[in-house]
């Protein structure tokens, strides 16, 4: 949602420093870009989505708030949504996985294994919210 102002028409051009700065950043252990621009479709209204995974013994809001503040003198927009994976809901987390875009890439294993749990554990919180959804449904609420 646009809170300021407009994307940059130039967002593409942009992504390589967004690159280079997360895989620079020492505390970063990989990072995604996903939502609509992952997707090819950027509009006046869109946003910029980043998700990052980070080392273990972070202090993850003053890591976060650095990032951001970087990202959105990269990006010359205020309309940067970061997303923390650490610490992020399942749902979101299966969600940017499906579809994503890797900006940083440090330690493959770490990004699969991290890419496999969520996914496992999505599909089991799937099928249970599935039939709460159900048995809601014929209750009536």
Same mark, same amino acid.
């Given at each position: 949602?646009? #809170?300021? $102002?407009?994307?940059?028409?130039?967002?593409?051009?942009?992504?390589?420093?967004?690159?280079?700065? /997360?895989? #620079?950043?020492? #505390?970063?252990?990989? +990072?995604?870009?996903?939502?609509?621009?992952?997707?090819?479709?950027?509009?006046?209204?869109?946003?910029?989505?980043?998700?990052?995974? %980070?080392?273990?013994?972070?202090?993850?809001?003053?890591?976060? &708030?650095?990032?951001?503040?970087? &990202?959105?003198?990269?990006?010359? %927009?205020?309309?940067?949504?970061?997303?923390? &994976?650490? %610490?992020?809901?399942?749902?979101? +987390?299966?969600?940017?996985?499906?579809?994503?875009?890797?900006?940083?890439? #440090?330690?493959?294993? %770490?990004?699969?294994?991290?890419?496999? /749990?969520?996914? $496992?554990?999505?599909?089991?919180?799937?099928?249970?919210?599935?039939?709460?959804?159900?048995?809601?449904?014929?209750?009536?609420?």
């Amino acid at each position: 949602m646009m #809170k300021y $102002r407009r994307l940059p028409e130039n967002i593409d051009h942009l992504l390589p420093d967004v690159r280079e700065y /997360l895989n #620079k950043r020492p #505390k970063v252990v990989f +990072a995604y870009l996903f939502g609509g621009i992952a997707r090819g479709k950027v509009s006046p209204l869109s946003d910029v989505d980043i998700a990052i995974y %980070t080392v273990d013994r972070t202090d993850i809001v003053q890591e976060k &708030l650095e990032i951001l503040g970087k &990202l959105n003198e990269l990006l010359r %927009t205020d309309e940067v949504d970061l997303v923390v &994976l650490n %610490t992020a809901p399942l749902p979101l +987390a299966a969600r940017i996985i499906k579809n994503k875009i890797i900006l940083a890439d #440090k330690m493959p294993f %770490t990004r699969h294994a991290f890419e496999s /749990l969520i996914i $496992r554990e999505y599909f089991d919180f799937s099928r249970k919210e599935m039939n709460i959804f159900a048995g809601r449904y014929k209750l009536g609420r």
